[in-house]
């Protein structure tokens, strides 16, 4: 298979489109701090229907473009990303610091109103407080007012590549932030390549 040309620095913005951007805006700048970088109505480029929000939590000029359209052409969808069966974006993931920080954001948006749709968890098959899911850090879920679902989280794992896991200094140094003794778990297995379950929709 050809090799691309080099690597990605990284994954750096989303575009989410918004039922409701006033709703949006006060929902991204009012309840989540993000500082609004400029914003185009609909109409003003001859040819493009949509109106786009830039906001940022960076230095860069955006981290999430909002896209939106008078608000009777766009109606409020049914149900969150989350619920919504079939192809398309699942959530977006927004990092914190600490776990502390991740539990003082999540009682601010408490107090704000904000539906948690998917409540603090540990997202590990083999941490003590894990919840047997994969992914390997800590993590709760909201959902804007366009059922655009996010992930507050810290304590991403740290990953080797060249043995294909995570790194068990990384592993054991969570455990002891987290009140247990570094040697009550031990990390995920690394995973092997298995296909067979595409075998099931042939």
């Not at 989410?16 to 500082?35: N, P, Q, R, S």
């Not at 502390?100 to 107090?111: F, G, I, K, P, V």
Request: charged letters at 25%.
């Amino acid at each position: 298979m050809p090799q691309p040309p080099s690597p990605f620095l990284g994954l750096q913005h989303i575009g989410l489109k918004v039922h409701d951007i006033e709703a949006a805006l006060d929902f991204y700048v009012g309840k989540l701090g993000f500082t609004i970088t400029e914003i185009h109505p609909p109409g003003r480029v001859p040819g493009v229907d949509f109106g786009l929000a830039f906001l940022r939590c960076t230095a860069l000029h955006h981290d999430v473009s909002l896209f939106f359209w008078r608000r009777w052409e766009c109606p409020a969808p049914e149900v969150n990303t989350m619920q919504r069966p079939g192809p398309g974006m699942h959530h977006i993931a927004l990092q914190v610091a600490s776990r502390r920080e991740l539990e003082a954001w999540e009682r601010h948006l408490t107090r704000l109103g904000v539906e948690i749709v998917w409540a603090r968890a540990i997202h590990s098959p083999t941490h003590p407080e894990g919840d047997g899911l994969w992914g390997e850090n800590h993590a709760f879920y909201i959902s804007d007012p366009s059922g655009n679902c996010i992930e507050i989280f810290c304590d991403m794992a740290l990953f080797d590549p060249a043995r294909n896991e995570v790194y068990s200094g990384w592993f054991r140094d969570r455990l002891t932030r987290d009140g247990h003794d570094p040697n009550s778990a031990s990390p995920p297995k690394p995973w092997k390549e298995d296909y067979s379950f595409l075998e099931e929709k042939r």
